[in-house]
């Protein structure tokens, strides 16, 4: 090479726009459903112990997560960068806002929703290979305090290795991520319609129809919020209308976690084809697709099955027992393979979105400098790495389980050790009230956006501005009020954790003093 000539650098790769609107819509859907809707009705009807509040419960999330989708629908249109809901809080109010949303998203919301819906997965597959078992020890529970241990059980192996896989599958370019997720969310969306089939037409049982529907409102059957929560009458888990508030806002944890992830299509907006036009239609789509299928869902396991045996399936299993009282015998094992499908479809829409968050992020100077990079496919692939290693290791805490009266450990009937469950329903506390926090701010970040540029182009407007973003904002406070007030041990560590979040921001903004500018942005 002549000495006058400098060598060319190679173009830096850019985000290829491969997500059309089905695209789009399928990784909505695929993402929001994963195992939730198949168990958490067990849950709440416990918690809210009638037919008609187990309904309203699911109507109430379908309700705000819709609100929600439309009125995040102005802010995809309005900056369809990839990132989505970081590049809205960066916007709306200050890098600061962006990096909490982000931290948070890495620590928890997103990696401990992925960890949590892969347990789930292999939870199921235990049903067809009972040798994959919580209690099946590779590494036996190691104690870490009087509530929490680690240990390594091929449950736990089996969550880990689909997590790996996945993350491998997606470092390999978008169009295999797409592939996967268009065929397994038309697999699981195929199997909740079969499910809805079986529960109103072959399953329809008189008894439980009767049961369920001749008295709608009176709570039976209901588990106390808190141990203590029976000795204070205001807020007794069986009467007053305040005590219901209670019970209906501590059930909405895992409607809205089933319901949960439909923003994940924003952090691809980079990659999706006129976006100002299809990132809307495909967040109201989405949603409104899932929002309706969850519901019938639940009317058809109220067809089949009395609401005790709700209240009290087997491990929560909703689903199974419904289909298990109409095909006898067999129900476990259809319903192992309609979650699997369903939950394996779930996590490649989590772990294909998570990493585009990470990505604008680190060209921010706020994340590791790898991860604002794509490789040759077009992906960030170091993105989709660190968090695969991080949610691996959020599967492998375990908590101690207690007597939720005495407080004494629980102990195996057979072998008399300590029992231990996984960490699932800790983090679905930690995950829902910390997404919640996101929510409201980013939603309060619409109105705080029509102030401060109101010149902006904004190809779709929120629907029902002011009124309907307003109202999200009233209910979804009042939700996190109640959980921050009567699920405080796992409330308050979400919490705590975004607040971490705010010196780490300081330090790295820092250690990396100004970001590298992408294309997204420059635009």
Request: hydrophobic share 50%; with cysteine.
């Given at each position: 090479m002549p000495a006058h000539e400098k060598p060319t650098?190679?173009?830096?790769?850019?985000?290829?726009?491969?997500?059309?609107?089905?695209?789009?819509?399928?990784?909505?859907?695929?993402?929001?459903?994963?195992?939730?809707?198949?168990?958490?009705?067990?849950?709440?009807?416990?918690?809210?112990?009638a037919s008609g509040w187990l309904l309203l419960a699911w109507v109430v999330t379908g309700v705000l997560t819709i609100s929600a989708a439309l009125s995040y629908g102005e802010l995809a249109a309005m900056m369809p960068r990839a990132g989505g809901q970081y590049v809205y809080l960066r916007e709306a109010y200050s890098p600061l806002w962006g990096f909490l949303y982000g931290w948070t998203l890495f620590l928890v919301i997103q990696t401990g929703t992925i960890a949590a819906v892969a347990v789930a997965f292999s939870r199921f597959l235990g049903v067809l290979a009972p040798a994959v078992s919580p209690t099946n020890w590779l590494i036996a529970p190691i104690n870490l305090s009087r509530s929490y241990a680690v240990s390594l059980s091929t449950q736990q192996a089996v969550a880990i290795v689909m997590i790996a896989l996945l993350t491998a599958i997606n470092t390999r370019g978008l169009q295999i991520g797409k592939w996967i997720q268009n065929l397994f969310t038309s697999a699981k969306t195929l199997s909740l319609i079969a499910l809805i089939f079986v529960g109103f037409v072959i399953g329809r049982n008189s008894g439980a129809l009767h049961a369920n529907f001749t008295d709608l409102w009176t709570p039976r059957g209901v588990s106390p919020i808190k141990p203590?929560?029976?000795?204070?009458?205001?807020?007794?888990?069986?009467?007053?209308?305040?005590?219901?508030?209670?019970?209906?806002?501590?059930?909405?944890?895992g409607s809205l976690f089933s319901s949960d992830a439909w923003n994940n299509v924003t952090f691809t907006a980079g990659e999706v084809k006129n976006p100002r036009r299809n990132l809307p239609l495909s967040l109201a789509?989405?949603?409104?697709?899932?929002?309706?299928?969850?519901?019938?869902?639940?009317?058809?396991?109220?067809?089949?099955?009395?609401?005790?045996?709700?209240?009290?399936?087997?491990?929560?299993?909703?689903?199974?027992?419904?289909?298990?009282?109409?095909?006898?015998?067999?129900?476990?094992?259809?319903?192992?393979?309609?979650?699997?499908?369903?939950?394996?479809?779930?996590?490649?829409?989590?772990?294909?979105?998570?990493?585009?968050?990470?990505?604008?992020?680190?060209?921010?100077?706020?994340f590791f400098r790898s991860t604002g990079r794509l490789n040759p496919r077009s992906v960030p692939a170091m993105g989709l790495v660190w968090q695969g290693v991080w949610t691996c290791v959020l599967v492998l805490p375990r908590v101690r389980l207690r007597d939720p009266i005495s407080g004494a450990p629980l102990l195996d009937a057979v072998t008399g050790l300590p029992r231990y469950g996984n960490v699932y329903s800790t983090l679905l506390d930690y995950v829902i009230f910390a997404v919640l926090i996101f929510y409201v701010l980013t939603i309060a970040g619409l109105f705080v956006l029509r102030r401060t540029r109101p010149q902006a182009e904004r190809p779709y407007r929120a629907f029902g501005y002011p009124v309907v973003p307003a109202l999200y904002l009233v209910v979804a406070t009042?939700?996190?009020?109640?959980?921050?007030?009567?699920?405080?041990?796992?409330?308050?560590?979400?919490?705590?954790?975004?607040?971490?979040?705010?010196?780490?921001?300081?330090?790295?903004?820092?250690?990396?003093?100004g970001g590298v500018a992408s294309p997204e942005d420059a635009q």
């Amino acid at each position: 090479m002549p000495a006058h000539e400098k060598p060319t650098l190679a173009p830096e790769a850019k985000f290829v726009q491969g997500l059309g609107l089905i695209d789009a819509t399928m990784l909505v859907a695929g993402s929001m459903i994963g195992s939730g809707v198949f168990i958490v009705s067990a849950d709440i009807a416990r918690q809210v112990g009638a037919s008609g509040w187990l309904l309203l419960a699911w109507v109430v999330t379908g309700v705000l997560t819709i609100s929600a989708a439309l009125s995040y629908g102005e802010l995809a249109a309005m900056m369809p960068r990839a990132g989505g809901q970081y590049v809205y809080l960066r916007e709306a109010y200050s890098p600061l806002w962006g990096f909490l949303y982000g931290w948070t998203l890495f620590l928890v919301i997103q990696t401990g929703t992925i960890a949590a819906v892969a347990v789930a997965f292999s939870r199921f597959l235990g049903v067809l290979a009972p040798a994959v078992s919580p209690t099946n020890w590779l590494i036996a529970p190691i104690n870490l305090s009087r509530s929490y241990a680690v240990s390594l059980s091929t449950q736990q192996a089996v969550a880990i290795v689909m997590i790996a896989l996945l993350t491998a599958i997606n470092t390999r370019g978008l169009q295999i991520g797409k592939w996967i997720q268009n065929l397994f969310t038309s697999a699981k969306t195929l199997s909740l319609i079969a499910l809805i089939f079986v529960g109103f037409v072959i399953g329809r049982n008189s008894g439980a129809l009767h049961a369920n529907f001749t008295d709608l409102w009176t709570p039976r059957g209901v588990s106390p919020i808190k141990p203590d929560l029976s000795a204070i009458p205001a807020v007794a888990a069986t009467g007053g209308a305040f005590g219901m508030f209670v019970a209906f806002c501590v059930s909405q944890v895992g409607s809205l976690f089933s319901s949960d992830a439909w923003n994940n299509v924003t952090f691809t907006a980079g990659e999706v084809k006129n976006p100002r036009r299809n990132l809307p239609l495909s967040l109201a789509l989405g949603t409104g697709m899932v929002t309706v299928l969850y519901l019938l869902a639940n009317l058809a396991y109220l067809f089949v099955l009395p609401l005790d045996q709700i209240q009290h399936a087997p491990d929560d299993r909703v689903a199974t027992a419904a289909m298990d009282a109409v095909f006898h015998g067999a129900g476990p094992t259809i319903m192992a393979v309609a979650i699997m499908v369903s939950t394996f479809g779930c996590n490649n829409g989590l772990i294909l979105s998570g990493a585009r968050v990470y990505y604008a992020m680190a060209r921010d100077g706020l994340f590791f400098r790898s991860t604002g990079r794509l490789n040759p496919r077009s992906v960030p692939a170091m993105g989709l790495v660190w968090q695969g290693v991080w949610t691996c290791v959020l599967v492998l805490p375990r908590v101690r389980l207690r007597d939720p009266i005495s407080g004494a450990p629980l102990l195996d009937a057979v072998t008399g050790l300590p029992r231990y469950g996984n960490v699932y329903s800790t983090l679905l506390d930690y995950v829902i009230f910390a997404v919640l926090i996101f929510y409201v701010l980013t939603i309060a970040g619409l109105f705080v956006l029509r102030r401060t540029r109101p010149q902006a182009e904004r190809p779709y407007r929120a629907f029902g501005y002011p009124v309907v973003p307003a109202l999200y904002l009233v209910v979804a406070t009042a939700i996190m009020l109640v959980l921050l007030v009567y699920q405080t041990e796992t409330s308050l560590p979400g919490l705590l954790i975004v607040l971490l979040g705010v010196p780490v921001y300081f330090w790295w903004k820092r250690r990396n003093r100004g970001g590298v500018a992408s294309p997204e942005d420059a635009q």
